[in-house]
């Protein structure tokens, strides 16, 4: 069997469709070869919009709820599962998202859990947190530089969390 490198090194270079057909046989070899799930992690999404067809799987068999929850996750780690987690929201059904769902579920817990931090404070920890981060000044002017570049990413952010009144986007005080 060839070394998993070699996948690696095509993924990285390959776009579209060709990209698809490479990342998706990677998903295979997640147990088989301990190399794959962090390149799953970091790299597998380049943005395009035909990585709705992987990017579920990618983040179920890669781990993202724990790598996101459990560990301080590096810079590559935070950036990928944010590509991720655009791809998924505009992938109008494409791949496994349904997936993504349960797992988001399951890290909320239940009502009948014995866990004395039920769905609804988690979901407001959670919250607050991500608020905190998105106010953070160094993420408020890396958007803010992004908005005037034009980066299609962050004019959705702002259009779609215009209510939240981030200072990163303009939407909020300064």
């Not at 690696?8 to 270079?13: K, T």
Request: negative net charge; glycine residues 10%; proline residues 6%.
């Amino acid at each position: 069997m060839a070394s998993p490198k070699t996948p690696f090194w095509l993924a990285e270079r390959v776009t579209d469709w060709d990209r698809v057909h490479v990342v998706e046989p990677l998903c295979d070899l997640a147990d088989e070869h301990p190399a794959v799930r962090p390149w799953l992690l970091r790299a597998a999404a380049d943005g395009d919009h035909l990585n709705g067809y992987f990017a579920g799987r990618v983040a179920v068999v890669a781990g993202l709820r724990d790598a996101m929850t459990r560990q301080a996750p590096d810079a590559d780690v935070v950036d990928h599962a944010g590509r991720l987690l655009h791809v998924m929201c505009h992938c109008a059904g494409m791949g496994t998202t349904p997936a993504i769902a349960g797992m988001l579920a399951r890290s909320l817990g239940s009502e009948s859990q014995r866990d004395p931090v039920g769905p609804v404070e988690r979901w407001a920890a959670l919250r607050r947190a991500y608020l905190a981060l998105l106010d953070r000044e160094d993420w408020c002017e890396t958007a803010r530089t992004g908005l005037v570049a034009g980066d299609g990413q962050l004019t959705w952010l702002a259009n779609i969390t215009a209510e939240l009144e981030l200072r990163g986007l303009g939407t909020g005080t300064p």
